[in-house]
T-cell receptor, first 112, second 111 residues
């Protein structure tokens, strides 16, 4: 599955903590995405990037922020985690001419 | 807003049987994609069918697309226990910036 890596795989943190979810890909893909998925539910796009220094908010309002300083790296940050942020976060990328997205294995976040 | 919607929500079959999942969408598309997600993992791209194609095969997978009905189906032939997963269809969002996914069909294949 992976040429796209997400860390940590699981994370349990307390309310109010700042966290960064890491996503890196080794394929040189320009386009990268963050999706949020609750168990058994659809994926919701929260952020995307078409290249270095390009980031946009997705269809689902999110209190998270992202950065894209290097092509291979697209971290997502929550400044102050809340229980409502408990979810699975999936990172994906696609290159030029590729048919489908490549997904990482996800980070399952629990905020207590 | 949700573009694709899969049907049924859940499907249970025996090994060796065929599994058919359907996807309906709302707006015009350039292509439609199917993905598989094993429990708690990321999604894996299975197959892409373009709007000018009606049928596509990949191994035990057969995908059809009917743009007049805005629907697609995924057929898995001779199912195996390892096919147990959730299956999602995906199409481009209205802005053309990313894929949007349905809620998926959860397939259980028992031996």
């Amino acid at each position: 599955e992976a040429d796209i890596y997400q860390t940590p795989r699981y994370l349990v943190i307390g309310t109010g903590k700042k966290i960064t979810l890491e996503c890196s890909q080794t394929m040189g893909h320009d386009k990268m995405y963050w999706y949020q998925q609750d168990p058994g539910m659809e994926l919701h796009l929260i952020h995307y990037s078409y290249g270095v220094n390009s980031t946009e908010k997705g269809d689902l309002s999110s209190e998270s922020t992202v950065s894209r300083i290097r092509t291979e790296h697209f971290p997502l940050t929550l400044e102050s985690a809340r229980p409502s942020h408990t979810s699975q976060y999936l990172c994906a990328s696609i290159g030029q001419g590729r048919g489908g997205y490549t997904f990482g294995s996800g980070t399952r976040l629990t905020v207590v | 807003s949700q573009q694709g919607e899969e049907d049924p929500q859940a499907l249970s079959i025996q090994e060796g049987e065929n599994a058919t999942m359907n996807c309906s969408y709302k707006t015009s598309i350039n292509n439609l994609q199917w993905y598989r997600q094993n429990s708690g993992r990321g999604l894996v791209h299975l197959i892409l069918i373009r709007s000018n194609e009606r049928e596509k095969h990949s191994g035990r997978l057969r995908v059809t697309l009917d743009t007049s009905k805005k629907s697609s189906s995924l057929l898995i032939t001779a199912s195996r226990a390892a096919d147990t997963a959730s299956y999602f269809c995906a199409t481009g969002n209205q802005a053309g910036t990313a894929l949007i996914f349905g809620k998926g069909t959860t397939l259980s294949v028992s031996s």
